[in-house]
Protein backbone atom coordinates (compact mmCIF):
# COMPACT_ATOMS: atom_id res chain seq x y z
CA UNK A 1 0.00 0.00 0.00
CA UNK A 2 1.65 3.44 -1.46
CA UNK A 3 1.05 6.25 0.91
CA UNK A 4 -1.61 8.79 -0.31
CA UNK A 5 -4.24 11.29 1.50
CA UNK A 6 -2.53 12.35 4.59
CA UNK A 7 -4.99 14.32 6.81
CA UNK A 8 -2.60 16.94 7.55
CA UNK A 9 -3.06 18.41 4.05
CA UNK A 10 -6.07 16.97 2.26
CA UNK A 11 -9.02 18.56 2.76
CA UNK A 12 -11.49 16.08 4.61
CA UNK A 13 -12.68 17.37 7.64
CA UNK A 14 -16.40 19.92 7.00
CA UNK A 15 -16.45 23.55 8.84
CA UNK A 16 -18.54 26.42 9.06
CA UNK A 17 -16.55 29.96 8.52
CA UNK A 18 -18.40 33.06 10.14
CA UNK A 19 -19.79 33.96 6.82
CA UNK A 20 -21.87 30.37 6.64
CA UNK A 21 -19.81 29.15 3.58
CA UNK A 22 -19.11 25.51 4.49
CA UNK A 23 -15.69 24.08 3.40
CA UNK A 24 -13.55 20.88 4.00
CA UNK A 25 -10.13 21.35 5.00
CA UNK A 26 -6.91 19.67 6.10
CA UNK A 27 -5.91 19.32 9.74
CA UNK A 28 -3.02 22.14 9.64
CA UNK A 29 -5.26 24.33 7.71
CA UNK A 30 -8.33 23.43 10.59
CA UNK A 31 -5.88 25.17 13.27
CA UNK A 32 -4.72 28.01 10.99
CA UNK A 33 -8.09 28.65 10.95
CA UNK A 34 -9.37 27.45 14.24
CA UNK A 35 -10.35 31.53 15.11
CA UNK A 36 -12.73 32.10 12.07
CA UNK A 37 -14.03 28.41 11.88
CA UNK A 38 -17.88 28.79 13.70
CA UNK A 39 -18.00 24.95 14.26
CA UNK A 40 -17.59 21.99 12.45
CA UNK A 41 -20.36 21.16 10.08
CA UNK A 42 -20.45 17.18 9.88
CA UNK A 43 -24.13 16.17 9.73
CA UNK A 44 -24.24 12.71 11.45
CA UNK A 45 -24.36 13.16 15.36
CA UNK A 46 -21.36 10.34 16.01
CA UNK A 47 -19.01 11.36 13.39
CA UNK A 48 -19.50 15.02 14.59
CA UNK A 49 -18.54 13.95 18.16
CA UNK A 50 -15.89 11.57 17.22
CA UNK A 51 -14.30 14.77 14.72
CA UNK A 52 -14.56 16.86 18.40
CA UNK A 53 -12.85 14.10 20.16
CA UNK A 54 -9.65 13.81 17.74
CA UNK A 55 -9.08 17.71 18.16
CA UNK A 56 -9.48 17.58 21.45
CA UNK A 57 -6.73 15.09 21.72
CA UNK A 58 -4.38 16.62 19.36
CA UNK A 59 -4.55 20.22 20.63
CA UNK A 60 -3.88 17.99 24.43
CA UNK A 61 -0.71 16.43 23.08
CA UNK A 62 0.63 19.29 21.47
CA UNK A 63 -0.09 21.53 24.79
CA UNK A 64 1.89 18.88 27.15
CA UNK A 65 4.72 18.40 24.74
CA UNK A 66 4.89 22.28 24.84
CA UNK A 67 4.06 23.07 27.66
CA UNK A 68 4.03 20.33 29.89
CA UNK A 69 1.89 21.37 32.77
CA UNK A 70 -0.97 24.47 32.36
CA UNK A 71 -3.33 26.03 34.46
CA UNK A 72 -6.67 27.33 33.80
CA UNK A 73 -5.23 31.08 33.56
CA UNK A 74 -3.20 29.75 30.53
CA UNK A 75 -6.59 27.89 28.84
CA UNK A 76 -8.12 31.73 29.90
CA UNK A 77 -5.17 33.14 27.77
CA UNK A 78 -5.69 30.50 24.85
CA UNK A 79 -9.75 31.12 24.84
CA UNK A 80 -9.14 34.94 24.55
CA UNK A 81 -6.28 35.24 22.19
CA UNK A 82 -6.37 32.10 20.40
CA UNK A 83 -4.71 28.78 20.15
CA UNK A 84 -0.90 28.19 20.40
CA UNK A 85 -1.10 26.89 16.40
CA UNK A 86 2.80 27.01 15.97
CA UNK A 87 3.41 24.37 18.73
CA UNK A 88 -0.17 22.67 17.52
CA UNK A 89 1.43 22.33 13.93
CA UNK A 90 4.58 21.56 15.37
CA UNK A 91 3.22 18.45 16.97
CA UNK A 92 1.48 17.13 13.73
CA UNK A 93 4.68 17.53 11.54
CA UNK A 94 6.38 15.30 14.62
CA UNK A 95 3.65 12.26 13.70
CA UNK A 96 3.41 13.28 9.79
CA UNK A 97 3.85 9.67 9.17
CA UNK A 98 1.11 8.73 11.64
CA UNK A 99 -1.50 10.68 9.69
CA UNK A 100 -1.35 8.75 6.10
CA UNK A 101 -4.37 7.47 5.91
CA UNK A 102 -3.33 4.58 3.36
CA UNK A 103 0.12 3.68 4.62
CA UNK A 104 1.69 0.38 4.52
CA UNK A 105 2.68 0.07 8.73
CA UNK A 106 0.51 2.83 9.60
CA UNK A 107 -2.79 3.70 8.53
CA UNK A 108 -4.39 6.24 10.18
CA UNK A 109 -6.47 4.99 13.15
CA UNK A 110 -6.25 1.51 10.79
CA UNK A 111 -4.93 -2.10 11.44
CA UNK A 112 -2.06 -2.85 9.38
CA UNK A 113 -1.94 -6.09 10.49
CA UNK A 114 -5.46 -7.12 9.48
CA UNK A 115 -3.72 -7.42 5.59
CA UNK A 116 -1.57 -10.70 6.66
CA UNK A 117 -3.68 -12.38 9.14
CA UNK A 118 -4.82 -15.25 8.08
CA UNK A 119 -8.48 -14.78 9.38
CA UNK A 120 -8.44 -11.54 7.83
CA UNK A 121 -6.29 -11.64 4.81
CA UNK A 122 -8.93 -13.21 2.18
CA UNK A 123 -12.09 -11.64 3.73
CA UNK A 124 -13.95 -8.49 2.46
CA UNK A 125 -16.64 -6.69 3.88
CA UNK A 126 -18.19 -3.23 2.00
CA UNK A 127 -17.41 -0.18 3.61
CA UNK A 128 -21.07 0.10 4.82
CA UNK A 129 -19.62 -1.99 7.84
CA UNK A 130 -18.42 1.06 9.61
CA UNK A 131 -21.41 3.37 8.84
CA UNK A 132 -23.67 3.72 11.18
CA UNK A 133 -26.15 4.93 8.38
CA UNK A 134 -25.74 2.59 5.75
CA UNK A 135 -27.68 -0.68 5.77
CA UNK A 136 -25.03 -3.41 6.49
CA UNK A 137 -25.59 -6.98 7.24
CA UNK A 138 -28.60 -7.22 9.55
CA UNK A 139 -28.75 -3.75 9.64
CA UNK A 140 -31.46 -2.49 7.32
CA UNK A 141 -32.16 1.79 7.37
CA UNK A 142 -35.00 3.21 5.46
CA UNK A 143 -34.56 4.23 2.17
CA UNK A 144 -31.21 3.30 1.82
CA UNK A 145 -30.34 0.36 -0.89
CA UNK A 146 -27.14 -0.57 -0.11
CA UNK A 147 -26.15 -4.09 -1.29
CA UNK A 148 -23.00 -5.92 0.61
CA UNK A 149 -22.23 -7.70 -2.88
CA UNK A 150 -21.59 -4.82 -4.67
CA UNK A 151 -21.66 -1.47 -2.60
CA UNK A 152 -21.18 2.14 -4.32
CA UNK A 153 -17.59 3.58 -3.84
CA UNK A 154 -16.82 6.69 -1.39
CA UNK A 155 -14.05 9.12 -1.51
CA UNK A 156 -11.57 8.78 1.26
CA UNK A 157 -12.61 11.93 3.46
CA UNK A 158 -16.20 10.20 3.52
CA UNK A 159 -14.41 7.35 5.26
CA UNK A 160 -12.48 9.00 7.50
CA UNK A 161 -15.31 10.69 8.97
CA UNK A 162 -17.62 7.45 8.78
CA UNK A 163 -15.00 5.28 10.50
CA UNK A 164 -13.95 8.12 13.57
CA UNK A 165 -17.68 7.75 14.23
CA UNK A 166 -18.26 4.21 14.58
CA UNK A 167 -15.03 3.57 16.54
CA UNK A 168 -16.32 5.89 19.35
CA UNK A 169 -20.57 4.53 18.93
CA UNK A 170 -19.72 0.87 17.52
CA UNK A 171 -22.28 -0.84 19.67
CA UNK A 172 -21.23 -4.15 21.33
CA UNK A 173 -22.69 -7.60 19.86
CA UNK A 174 -20.94 -10.51 17.85
CA UNK A 175 -17.83 -9.82 15.92
CA UNK A 176 -16.67 -13.71 14.71
CA UNK A 177 -13.22 -12.68 13.70
CA UNK A 178 -10.18 -13.60 15.88
CA UNK A 179 -12.58 -13.85 18.63
CA UNK A 180 -16.78 -14.28 19.25
CA UNK A 181 -17.72 -10.77 20.36
CA UNK A 182 -16.48 -7.63 21.18
CA UNK A 183 -17.01 -4.88 23.74
CA UNK A 184 -18.76 -1.66 22.78
CA UNK A 185 -16.97 2.29 21.96
CA UNK A 186 -16.49 4.36 24.49
CA UNK A 187 -19.43 6.03 23.73
CA UNK A 188 -22.27 3.77 22.59
CA UNK A 189 -25.31 4.40 23.67
CA UNK A 190 -24.42 7.63 25.18
CA UNK A 191 -25.70 11.11 24.74
CA UNK A 192 -22.42 13.00 24.21
CA UNK A 193 -21.84 16.42 25.55
CA UNK A 194 -19.47 19.39 24.27
CA UNK A 195 -19.74 23.14 25.40
CA UNK A 196 -19.92 25.28 22.33
CA UNK A 197 -18.06 28.19 21.99
CA UNK A 198 -18.15 31.28 19.66
CA UNK A 199 -15.51 29.98 17.88
CA UNK A 200 -13.93 26.06 16.81
CA UNK A 201 -10.83 27.29 18.90
CA UNK A 202 -12.83 28.63 22.26
CA UNK A 203 -14.61 25.40 22.00
CA UNK A 204 -11.70 23.11 22.16
CA UNK A 205 -10.49 25.40 25.00
CA UNK A 206 -13.58 25.18 26.55
CA UNK A 207 -13.68 21.36 26.68
CA UNK A 208 -9.64 20.52 26.91
CA UNK A 209 -9.53 18.11 29.79
CA UNK A 210 -6.66 19.17 32.07
CA UNK A 211 -2.83 18.35 31.89
CA UNK A 212 -2.00 15.37 33.82
CA UNK A 213 1.49 14.99 35.51
CA UNK A 214 0.89 11.68 36.73
CA UNK A 215 0.37 9.41 33.42
CA UNK A 216 1.51 12.38 30.68
CA UNK A 217 3.44 10.02 28.80
CA UNK A 218 0.98 7.06 28.89
CA UNK A 219 -2.37 8.39 28.16
CA UNK A 220 -1.38 8.28 23.92
CA UNK A 221 -3.86 8.52 21.12
CA UNK A 222 -3.78 5.98 18.75
CA UNK A 223 -0.99 7.73 16.80
CA UNK A 224 1.18 7.84 19.03
CA UNK A 225 0.90 3.97 20.36
CA UNK A 226 2.74 1.21 18.32
CA UNK A 227 0.39 -0.58 15.83
CA UNK A 228 -1.62 -2.76 17.17
CA UNK A 229 -1.13 -6.99 17.16
CA UNK A 230 -3.18 -9.63 16.76
CA UNK A 231 -2.71 -10.74 20.38
CA UNK A 232 -3.85 -7.04 21.72
CA UNK A 233 -6.74 -7.65 19.30
CA UNK A 234 -7.79 -11.25 20.54
CA UNK A 235 -7.07 -10.56 24.60
CA UNK A 236 -9.04 -9.23 27.23
CA UNK A 237 -10.70 -5.41 27.47
CA UNK A 238 -8.03 -2.73 28.53
CA UNK A 239 -9.05 0.19 30.53
CA UNK A 240 -8.10 3.76 29.20
CA UNK A 241 -4.87 5.54 30.52
CA UNK A 242 -7.07 8.34 29.95
CA UNK A 243 -9.07 10.92 27.59
CA UNK A 244 -6.65 10.85 24.96
CA UNK A 245 -6.66 6.94 24.99
CA UNK A 246 -10.82 7.00 25.30
CA UNK A 247 -11.22 9.86 22.18
CA UNK A 248 -9.03 7.78 19.76
CA UNK A 249 -9.80 3.91 20.91
CA UNK A 250 -10.05 1.37 18.31
CA UNK A 251 -12.71 -0.22 19.57
CA UNK A 252 -13.04 -2.41 15.93
CA UNK A 253 -10.08 -3.28 13.75
CA UNK A 254 -10.41 -2.08 10.37
CA UNK A 255 -8.35 -1.64 7.22
CA UNK A 256 -9.72 0.27 4.50
CA UNK A 257 -9.07 -1.43 0.69
CA UNK A 258 -8.40 1.07 -2.04
CA UNK A 259 -9.38 0.86 -5.52
CA UNK A 260 -6.83 2.30 -8.42
CA UNK A 261 -8.94 5.30 -8.16
CA UNK A 262 -8.24 6.07 -4.67
CA UNK A 263 -12.06 5.11 -3.65
CA UNK A 264 -12.59 2.78 -1.31
CA UNK A 265 -15.47 -0.10 -1.62
CA UNK A 266 -14.21 -2.97 0.66
CA UNK A 267 -12.56 -3.01 3.78
CA UNK A 268 -10.68 -6.21 6.35
CA UNK A 269 -12.29 -6.00 9.43
CA UNK A 270 -11.65 -7.56 13.01
CA UNK A 271 -12.39 -7.44 16.74
CA UNK A 272 -10.72 -4.50 18.03
CA UNK A 273 -8.96 -3.32 21.21
CA UNK A 274 -11.73 -3.88 23.44
CA UNK A 275 -12.72 -0.70 25.98
CA UNK A 276 -12.46 -1.56 29.92
CA UNK A 277 -14.98 0.50 31.31
CA UNK A 278 -13.66 1.63 34.97
CA UNK A 279 -17.01 3.11 37.03
CA UNK A 280 -14.25 5.41 38.78
CA UNK A 281 -13.55 7.08 35.82
CA UNK A 282 -16.82 7.86 33.51
CA UNK A 283 -16.33 8.88 29.74
CA UNK A 284 -15.78 13.05 29.90
CA UNK A 285 -18.31 13.66 27.55
CA UNK A 286 -21.24 11.32 29.29
CA UNK A 287 -23.89 12.79 32.02
CA UNK A 288 -25.27 10.26 34.45
CA UNK A 289 -29.01 10.43 35.34
CA UNK A 290 -30.52 8.76 38.74
CA UNK A 291 -31.36 5.33 37.93
CA UNK A 292 -33.56 2.63 40.67
CA UNK A 293 -30.22 0.77 40.89
CA UNK A 294 -27.36 4.13 40.69
CA UNK A 295 -26.66 6.26 38.37
CA UNK A 296 -27.55 5.42 34.46
CA UNK A 297 -25.63 6.61 31.48
CA UNK A 298 -27.73 9.68 29.83
CA UNK A 299 -28.69 8.33 26.39
CA UNK A 300 -31.46 9.15 24.17
CA UNK A 301 -34.69 7.59 24.79
CA UNK A 302 -37.32 7.47 21.87
CA UNK A 303 -38.44 10.55 21.40
CA UNK A 304 -37.85 11.97 25.12
CA UNK A 305 -37.07 15.44 25.43
CA UNK A 306 -33.81 16.47 26.24
CA UNK A 307 -34.81 19.33 28.78
CA UNK A 308 -36.51 15.91 31.34
CA UNK A 309 -32.67 14.94 31.69
CA UNK A 310 -31.13 18.74 32.83
CA UNK A 311 -30.53 17.38 36.03
CA UNK A 312 -28.03 14.96 35.22
CA UNK A 313 -26.07 17.95 33.27
CA UNK A 314 -26.17 20.54 36.39
CA UNK A 315 -23.99 19.92 40.00
CA UNK A 316 -24.93 17.66 42.18
CA UNK A 317 -23.72 17.30 45.53
CA UNK A 318 -26.25 14.10 46.21
CA UNK A 319 -24.47 12.53 43.82
CA UNK A 320 -27.48 10.78 42.40
CA UNK A 321 -26.57 12.23 39.21
CA UNK A 322 -23.16 12.97 37.53
CA UNK A 323 -22.43 16.13 34.85
CA UNK A 324 -20.50 15.59 32.17
CA UNK A 325 -16.21 16.22 33.01
CA UNK A 326 -16.38 18.67 30.30
CA UNK A 327 -18.89 21.27 31.79
CA UNK A 328 -16.72 21.30 35.03
CA UNK A 329 -13.60 22.37 32.43
CA UNK A 330 -15.96 25.04 31.02
CA UNK A 331 -17.13 26.49 34.76
CA UNK A 332 -13.42 26.60 35.71
CA UNK A 333 -12.57 28.53 32.79
CA UNK A 334 -15.87 31.07 32.67
CA UNK A 335 -14.13 31.59 36.68
CA UNK A 336 -11.42 32.99 35.26
CA UNK A 337 -12.39 34.94 32.03
CA UNK A 338 -14.78 38.23 32.30
CA UNK A 339 -16.48 37.88 28.53
CA UNK A 340 -20.02 38.67 30.65
CA UNK A 341 -21.68 35.45 29.22
CA UNK A 342 -24.81 34.35 30.72
CA UNK A 343 -25.25 31.25 28.47
CA UNK A 344 -23.31 28.25 28.10
CA UNK A 345 -24.71 26.70 24.84
CA UNK A 346 -24.06 22.75 25.03
CA UNK A 347 -24.28 20.44 22.17
CA UNK A 348 -25.37 17.09 22.85
CA UNK A 349 -24.87 14.45 20.74
CA UNK A 350 -24.90 10.46 20.03
CA UNK A 351 -26.59 7.49 18.85
CA UNK A 352 -28.94 4.79 20.76
CA UNK A 353 -28.76 0.71 19.84
CA UNK A 354 -30.60 -1.91 21.50
CA UNK A 355 -28.68 -4.70 22.56
CA UNK A 356 -29.12 -7.64 20.94
CA UNK A 357 -27.32 -10.32 18.37
CA UNK A 358 -26.34 -8.55 16.76
CA UNK A 359 -27.38 -4.61 18.12
CA UNK A 360 -29.93 -2.74 16.49
CA UNK A 361 -29.17 0.77 15.51
CA UNK A 362 -31.95 2.59 16.90
CA UNK A 363 -31.68 6.32 16.16
CA UNK A 364 -29.28 9.66 16.47
CA UNK A 365 -29.79 13.02 17.79
CA UNK A 366 -28.30 16.46 17.95
CA UNK A 367 -29.29 19.08 20.06
CA UNK A 368 -27.96 22.20 20.77
CA UNK A 369 -29.65 23.50 24.43
CA UNK A 370 -27.84 26.96 26.17
CA UNK A 371 -27.90 26.26 29.66
CA UNK A 372 -27.37 30.05 32.54
CA UNK A 373 -23.50 29.52 33.37
CA UNK A 374 -24.31 30.44 37.06
CA UNK A 375 -26.82 27.39 37.26
CA UNK A 376 -23.71 25.37 35.85
CA UNK A 377 -21.18 26.73 39.09
CA UNK A 378 -24.12 27.23 41.13
CA UNK A 379 -25.44 24.18 43.11
CA UNK A 380 -28.41 25.74 44.95
CA UNK A 381 -29.63 26.69 41.55
CA UNK A 382 -29.16 23.46 40.36
CA UNK A 383 -31.42 22.01 43.29
CA UNK A 384 -34.43 24.62 42.18
CA UNK A 385 -33.72 23.06 38.47
CA UNK A 386 -33.96 19.05 39.82
CA UNK A 387 -37.33 19.88 42.24
CA UNK A 388 -38.73 21.36 39.22
CA UNK A 389 -38.38 18.64 36.38
CA UNK A 390 -39.36 16.58 39.07
CA UNK A 391 -42.30 18.28 39.77
CA UNK A 392 -43.07 18.21 36.22
CA UNK A 393 -42.17 14.16 36.28
CA UNK A 394 -44.55 13.54 39.10
CA UNK A 395 -47.66 15.65 37.85
CA UNK A 396 -47.36 13.47 34.07
CA UNK A 397 -47.49 10.13 36.10
CA UNK A 398 -50.11 10.90 37.91
CA UNK A 399 -52.03 12.30 35.61
CA UNK A 400 -51.29 9.35 33.30
CA UNK A 401 -52.93 7.13 36.23
CA UNK A 402 -55.94 8.94 35.92
CA UNK A 403 -56.08 9.46 32.15
CA UNK A 404 -55.61 5.58 32.09
CA UNK A 405 -58.56 5.29 34.44
CA UNK A 406 -61.21 7.52 32.55
CA UNK A 407 -60.02 5.87 29.23
CA UNK A 408 -61.04 2.26 31.17
CA UNK A 409 -64.21 3.52 32.49
CA UNK A 410 -65.34 4.18 28.97
CA UNK A 411 -64.40 0.52 27.79
CA UNK A 412 -67.35 -2.06 27.80
CA UNK A 413 -65.79 -4.60 31.35
CA UNK A 414 -63.86 -1.34 32.74
CA UNK A 415 -62.51 -3.68 35.59
CA UNK A 416 -60.65 -6.27 33.64
CA UNK A 417 -57.40 -5.98 33.78
CA UNK A 418 -56.80 -6.93 30.12
CA UNK A 419 -59.12 -3.28 29.31
CA UNK A 420 -56.72 -1.45 31.77
CA UNK A 421 -53.94 -2.59 29.80
CA UNK A 422 -55.92 -1.77 26.77
CA UNK A 423 -56.26 1.58 27.97
CA UNK A 424 -52.67 2.30 28.68
CA UNK A 425 -51.35 1.27 25.27
CA UNK A 426 -54.29 3.48 23.66
CA UNK A 427 -52.53 6.47 25.44
CA UNK A 428 -49.00 5.15 24.96
CA UNK A 429 -49.70 5.45 21.63
CA UNK A 430 -51.46 8.69 21.65
CA UNK A 431 -50.28 12.86 22.12
CA UNK A 432 -50.03 12.75 25.89
CA UNK A 433 -46.71 13.06 26.37
CA UNK A 434 -45.76 14.65 23.55
CA UNK A 435 -48.45 17.17 24.11
CA UNK A 436 -47.93 17.51 28.01
CA UNK A 437 -43.96 18.20 27.63
CA UNK A 438 -43.83 20.15 24.10
CA UNK A 439 -46.52 22.70 26.16
CA UNK A 440 -44.35 23.11 29.04
CA UNK A 441 -40.84 23.51 27.61
CA UNK A 442 -42.24 26.56 25.88
CA UNK A 443 -42.02 28.40 29.45
CA UNK A 444 -38.23 26.72 30.07
CA UNK A 445 -36.24 29.20 28.69
CA UNK A 446 -38.18 31.98 30.68
CA UNK A 447 -37.79 29.54 33.97
CA UNK A 448 -33.87 28.86 33.48
CA UNK A 449 -33.25 32.83 33.16
CA UNK A 450 -35.25 33.30 36.44
CA UNK A 451 -33.38 30.74 38.44
CA UNK A 452 -29.89 32.00 36.97
CA UNK A 453 -31.12 35.11 38.61
CA UNK A 454 -31.58 34.05 41.79
CA UNK A 455 -35.49 34.59 41.67
CA UNK A 456 -36.73 30.96 42.90
CA UNK A 457 -40.48 32.51 44.05
CA UNK A 458 -40.96 33.62 40.33
CA UNK A 459 -39.70 31.15 38.96
CA UNK A 460 -41.54 28.78 41.00
CA UNK A 461 -44.51 30.35 40.29
CA UNK A 462 -44.36 30.69 36.25
CA UNK A 463 -43.96 26.84 36.48
CA UNK A 464 -46.42 25.82 38.62
CA UNK A 465 -48.58 27.96 36.05
CA UNK A 466 -46.93 26.70 32.54
CA UNK A 467 -47.57 22.85 34.27
CA UNK A 468 -50.78 23.41 34.87
CA UNK A 469 -51.63 25.17 31.46
CA UNK A 470 -49.81 21.99 29.66
CA UNK A 471 -51.93 19.28 31.87
CA UNK A 472 -54.90 21.18 30.65
CA UNK A 473 -54.49 21.12 27.45
CA UNK A 474 -53.31 17.46 27.37
CA UNK A 475 -56.28 16.51 29.50
CA UNK A 476 -58.44 18.15 26.92
CA UNK A 477 -56.89 15.99 23.94
CA UNK A 478 -57.38 12.59 25.65
CA UNK A 479 -61.02 13.31 26.55
CA UNK A 480 -61.31 14.72 23.21
CA UNK A 481 -60.33 11.25 21.66
CA UNK A 482 -63.14 9.37 24.07
CA UNK A 483 -65.96 10.31 21.93
CA UNK A 484 -69.29 11.05 22.66
CA UNK A 485 -70.84 7.94 23.88
CA UNK A 486 -72.78 7.72 26.75
CA UNK A 487 -69.95 5.71 29.01
CA UNK A 488 -67.61 8.25 27.47
CA UNK A 489 -69.13 11.04 28.73
CA UNK A 490 -69.95 9.32 32.22
CA UNK A 491 -66.35 8.47 32.17
CA UNK A 492 -65.26 12.36 31.95
CA UNK A 493 -67.62 13.98 34.63
CA UNK A 494 -66.45 11.15 36.46
CA UNK A 495 -62.90 11.72 36.17
CA UNK A 496 -62.66 16.06 35.97
CA UNK A 497 -63.14 16.84 39.03
CA UNK A 498 -60.62 14.13 40.08
CA UNK A 499 -57.80 15.85 37.35
CA UNK A 500 -58.36 19.63 39.29
CA UNK A 501 -57.74 18.23 42.47
CA UNK A 502 -54.80 16.71 41.38
CA UNK A 503 -53.77 20.15 39.89
CA UNK A 504 -54.61 21.54 43.02
CA UNK A 505 -52.83 19.84 45.12
CA UNK A 506 -49.58 19.57 43.31
CA UNK A 507 -49.40 22.66 41.27
CA UNK A 508 -51.64 24.99 42.92
CA UNK A 509 -52.57 28.41 41.75
CA UNK A 510 -51.11 31.66 43.47
CA UNK A 511 -53.39 34.62 44.07
CA UNK A 512 -51.26 36.46 41.38
CA UNK A 513 -51.83 33.42 38.84
CA UNK A 514 -55.45 33.53 39.50
CA UNK A 515 -55.48 37.57 39.24
CA UNK A 516 -53.67 37.54 35.67
CA UNK A 517 -55.92 34.86 34.47
CA UNK A 518 -58.89 36.82 35.08
CA UNK A 519 -57.73 39.75 34.01
CA UNK A 520 -56.75 37.92 30.87
CA UNK A 521 -60.66 36.78 30.55
Not at 415 to 425: F, L, P, V, W, Y
Request: hydrophobic share 40%; proline share 7%; charged share 20%.
Amino acid sequence: MSYTFNLLDEPWLPVRLANGQVVELGLLDVFTRSGEIVALAETAPPNLVAQYRLLLAIVHRALTLKFGQWKTKDRARWYRDGLPVAAIHAYLEQWRERFWLFHPQYPFMQVAALGTAEETRDKCKPWTQISLASASGNTPVVFDHSYDEKPTPIKPNQAIGALLGFLQFAPPGLIQILKTSDNAGALANTAAVIPIGQTLAQTLVLALHPASSRNAEHDLPAWEREPLTLAQLRGAPVLATGANDRYTRQSRAVLFLPDEDGSIRWLRFAAGWALGEDPNAPDPMASFRAGSDGPVRLTFRGGRALWRDLPALVPNPGKQSLPPAVLSHAIDLHQKISDDRIYQPLLVSGLTSRFGRPAVIERWRAEQISLPVSLLEDADRAAYLRIMVERAETLFKDMSGLAISMLAASMPEPNHKDTRSRARSVLEAGPLTSSYFTAAEQTLPEILLQLAEGHFEEADRCWNTALRRSARLTWERVTQGLGYSARALRADAKFLPRFYGLLNKQVPETHTAILEKETAE
